[in-house]
């Protein structure tokens, strides 16, 4: 028997599943692979009197906190037309999936600018224009969708992840209180799911030590 759909039916629904999912929730992962230091960019902030010692030191949480958006990775079903009795039919015969892209807010220092950069100079080598060997390139990129309490609800992991495509940095005269941004488009090898009620454990620990500092 169906039921008709009203608005208590949809707020039972809602609230029996721990409420929506808000977009705005989120964090992402990536382990950098080495980039040199910008010895160039140091001494640029040094003569402008913009330098800050820990601008050399690489915190991964800098890459979430600076992340604007960020996209779960898709996934779609390759098919052939399989014809029988006249009647056409689709049929699956591999998988295909989309890149991934993140847009970030650009610091004063132009730090993730930097990194992005470096991370394509160790693809492609811009002096010899030789490709690297893709396992010195490529890396894991984790992305969650969190709760209210920061608990991932759902995780995945982009396998053997690289940069494709760095986006140029739109500037302008009239666009004096616009902070910059840069979106990073990624390819990777393949996606899993990567969610577990020990990783969802382990982070609501982690919050309840860190709200006691």
């Keep these: 028997m169906t039921y008709p759909a009203n608005i208590d039916s949809l707020k ?13 929730r989120f964090a992402i992962y990536m382990n950098l692979p080495l980039v040199s230091i910008d010895v160039g960019s140091i001494l640029t902030n040094v003569l402008s009197g913009n330098f800050n010692p820990l601008q050399v030191i690489n915190d991964p949480r800098d890459i979430s906190l600076l992340c604007e958006t960020a996209q779960l990775p898709s996934r779609n079903i390759a098919t052939n037309e399989y014809f029988t009795n006249m009647k056409a039919r689709k049929m699956p015969y591999s998988y295909i999936n989309d890149d991934v892209s993140f847009t970030f807010l650009l610091t004063g220092d132009y730090y993730l600018k930097d990194v992005f950069d470096g991370w394509i100079n160790k693809i492609v080598n811009m002096d010899t224009k030789t490709l690297h060997y893709k396992d010195d390139f490529v890396s894991e990129v ?3 969708q969190l709760n209210d309490q920061n608990i991932p609800v759902y995780s995945c992991k982009l396998l053997k992840a690289f940069p494709i495509s760095v986006s140029g940095v739109e500037l302008a005269n009239t666009s004096e209180n616009t902070v910059a941004r840069l979106t990073v488009s990624f390819a990777y090898d393949d996606w899993k799911e990567s969610t577990s009620a020990g990783s969802a454990i382990a982070a609501k620990i982690g919050n309840e030590i860190f709200k006691r500092f």
């Design 12 to 24: 039972s629904t809602i609230g029996r599943r721990t409420g929506l999912a808000k977009a705005n």
């Design 142 to 144: 984790e992305i969650q």
